[in-house]
């Protein structure tokens, strides 16, 4: 039922009379039972259009706010930005989720006009990547070349702010670098100790990466501190005046970084300790010492300002850095909390995070006309539904300011929760370092009664010897008891000898003619008697001091167990004192430093009163002095106006003058430039032409001294100086154009000259011109030095004038084709003779031998195919090179003009005919056993090289898409790889045909071995000193071959006056000699594309 007065309502629209004249006809009401049927009834395009213009106008609302607190927050004004237009920006960027509105702006900003407003852009910034929303980040690295030129731009004035925005914008690089690197790390850097051991991981070599990229960003940080506490220090700034807070402002977010950074890089450090060597770490521990003092600083010094006591709490650091050396100091280590004080609610209406406004009225406006044309005018009675709206308004605006109240209470709970959170982490801090102290204390009570344990041991080991040493005392008691009785036994069968004796004088009583014999007997027994008794009284004494001795010992073992027993508890004893004394000293401690934190306190009070009196004092000084100053200023001004009406006149003829003698400085300036310009070295003249060019310059000089003396007389007509110094700059600018490109083609000695004399021409002109700029110098200006320099190019010229033609160029074109045909003549007769070879290799050896000749002559043979095929190629390049370059020109016209490429391609091409020559040869030695293996290896590294040589000089003039230079670099590659093929079958022929001794010396004595091994050492020695005189002398040899090489150049170059080259001999060497090479030094010279050789006489 809705839909039909709708219906008719835009029937009236646009029925026959106009809407000015008839209003349409207004809706019927019925059936609406609420407000909110009645909003619902909207037509669907009226709601867009009301939505769209609701969103518009919020988008416009938030641009608008965030172009406010941008040009409040970074402008010229040299006080620090304040809080809440840097909170705005943060919360906008959390609104739109990225900081492209604040780019947009800043993009915008005059940075390189002031360095006050480039240093509150950084600060700002810092502030955003801090505080701002994550994809922040990714906004800032597309601006990264804008941050670098505003810092480039400041570094490279002298400004005291624009040093500080140069190393500000390296910071900030530094630090977007870091967090895009590493994405673990937030740009707050506040993440927990398990983050960090998740992004330093396991591999030793990401740590120190890690930490070393943290040193950096510290680096950055501490820089940029202590250039701001210089500048402080340098001006006697007080840190309550705002220009220097305009300063201090940025160290609040570097000190939040630093105290982060600090807690890491300890953390990383303790771990790359616990994985790497203490002295592979001794720079890392520099480093962070001296980080560590610099940071300790700045945190005393930043402490000590009120500035930052009512916006920061600063935590202290450590007496001493962490001892890294030993691990338990990870304990001891606590993490610096910074806490940022609750701040006070600013007296100003907070920023919407949720825009719920209302629109513009002008929006309102256009609102109220589509109401109006769709429902037509309320003819004087008021609707049901404009009630509504506007109740709905009043709700909203409650809710609003509801919501602002809400808004103001969440930011003030969360400022709150962030304190207690910081306070509950010092708490924990405290308590771990509590926990670390503890188990610090166990670890020691551990190692003590370990040393304890270990000291039982030794005691119970003490009582084991005491207990073997009665053992050994009673064994030799029993054995003294059997000694006994063997002594017994002893006199007994001594008793019973003597009674034999006696028998035996009785037999000897019976016969007479035994006694003798008797006697002897008798003696004998008797010397044996007493021989026992001796032995058995010293085996008694050795068994009797050997138990006296036992019995000592066990006594000293004794008295050392009661000695330690007695130690152990006198340490005890000095244990409990220590404590109970660290106790009184911890009192006593905590009593001085309460004491010595309110005389701080007092010192910095009476210490801000004196510099408020000092400040007061030098702003009235400033102030009297600036008063001086203008009224001298007006006097000077005054008379400096008198003065300039008397010498204008003046003034503007030498003012022709001087932008006359500008130019002609510019003309002369842009033709010594040419000189050195490597784009003018194509450029070539004659001497004819140079010749004509001088003397026209010298009749301009005549005419400029004319001029001059002119001027001097009369200052008030510069006329005929002005002409004259026009003309004079362009004809001296052409003479040293044309020198410098008559140099091109000359010999090397007078190019040198001509391009110096050319160049002190220029700087003789610009002297004269420099002089003409100063009224003081004008009357003592002179060109006589200008044309001495003139002289010396016309008398230079005169000497490069062409005296005779040179044979030898015409020459070379044949000598080329000459050389490479000889050189694949070389190359096939090695062929056929390796082959000739080979069969008789085989007729004269079998078995290893046989097999090691024909695997070297297959390698030799498969080199020198290779060589054939590159020098064909070449031959291929050099034709289609002389084709494409020669124009109209002949062959050997072509050759001659490019006599040093010529030279180069011809040693190249000597080079590998006598390369594969003496490869043939030391082949044909080594078959034959008369030769060494080691001369193999060397003639293959003289062929890669005389390869690389002829490729190269092929290479300089052949086009870069050309096939021929493919195939030939192609066929270079091969002839290296056949050349690694010859070395590598010799080294293995050497190693199958080598008889190495067996090394036994099962059956030499130690005496024997020592010996042995002397002489080997000896023989080592000998051996090593024969090595280092023969590397001595190939180094001598090789000089003096490069020596040979430079003195033959230089004789051919003097004998040649009228080309630029160093030529040598062009004979060709025979087959066993060896070409020189160019030296090291020289290299394609793609200046003139060609190839600079050298050529010696062999």
Known sequence: PCAEPR???????????????????????????????????????????????????????????????????????EAPVKEKHARRIILGTHHEKGAFTFWSYAIGLPLPSSSILSWKFCHVLHKVLRDGHPNVLQDCQRYRSNIRETGELWGHLHDRYGQLVNLYTKLLLTKISFHLKHPEFPPSLEVTDEVLEKAAGTDVNNIFQLTVEMFDYMDCELKLAESVFRQLNTAMAVSQMSAVQCRLAPLIQVIQDCSHLYHYTVKLMFKLHSCLPADTLQGHRDRFHEQFRSLKNFFNRASDMLYFKRLIQIPRLPENPPNFLRASALAEHVKPVVVIPEEAPEDEEPENLIEISTAPPVEQAVVCDIFEQTFGPPNGIRDDRDLQIENLKKEIDLLRGELEKIKLEAQRYITQLKAQINNLEAEVEEQRKQKQKALVDNEQLRDELERLQKEKLESDKNRSLCLEAEKKASATELRYTKLKEKHNELINTHAELLRKNADTAKQLTVTQQSQGEVARVKEQLAFQMEQVKRELEMKLEDQSLQTEQVKRELEAKKEELAQLQQSLSQSKQVGSDLSSQLEALQAEKDTLRKSASEKECELISAKGLIQEKELLLSQEVDRRAKEVQELQGKLTEKKSQEQALQQKVLDDQFNILQGTVKEAEDIIQDAVAKVDDPLHIRCTSSPDYLISRTQAALQSVNRVEGGHSRYLANMTDASGLVGALAQFAHLTADTIVNGSATSHLAPTDHADKLTETCKDCGRQSLNYLNKLKDKQSLRQADLADVKKTLHKLLQLGQELRPKSLDIRQEELGDMVDKEMASTARAIEDAVKRIEEMMDQARTESSGVKLEVNERILNSCTDLMKAIRLLVLTSTHLQKEIVESGRGAATTQEFYAKNSRWTEGLISASKAVGWGA????????????????????????????ASTAQLVAASKVKADKNSGNLSKLQECSRTVNEMAANVMASTKSGQEQTEERDTMDFSGMSLIKLKKEEMESQVKVLELEKTLENERLRLGELRRQHYALAGICTENTDAEKPTVARKPGSLKKPPVAQKPAHPRQGHELEDEDSVYQAQLVNF
């Open 917 to 944: 020559t003496q490869l043939v040869e030391s082949a044909d030695r080594v078959v034959l056993h008369t030769g060494k293996y080691e001369e193999l290896i060397v003639c293959s590294h003289e062929i890669a």
């Open 7 to 77: 219906r008719g309502g835009q029937e009236g629209l646009v029925g026959a009379a106009p809407a000015s004249r008839r209003p349409p006809r207004p809706p019927e009401r019925i059936g609406l039972p609420g407000a909110m049927n009645t909003i619902k009834n909207v037509p669907a395009r009226v709601l867009s259009r009301r939505s769209g213009h609701s969103l518009e106008a919020e988008r416009e609302q938030f641009d608008k706010t965030q172009a406010m607190s941008i040009s409040k927050a970074i402008n010229t004004q």
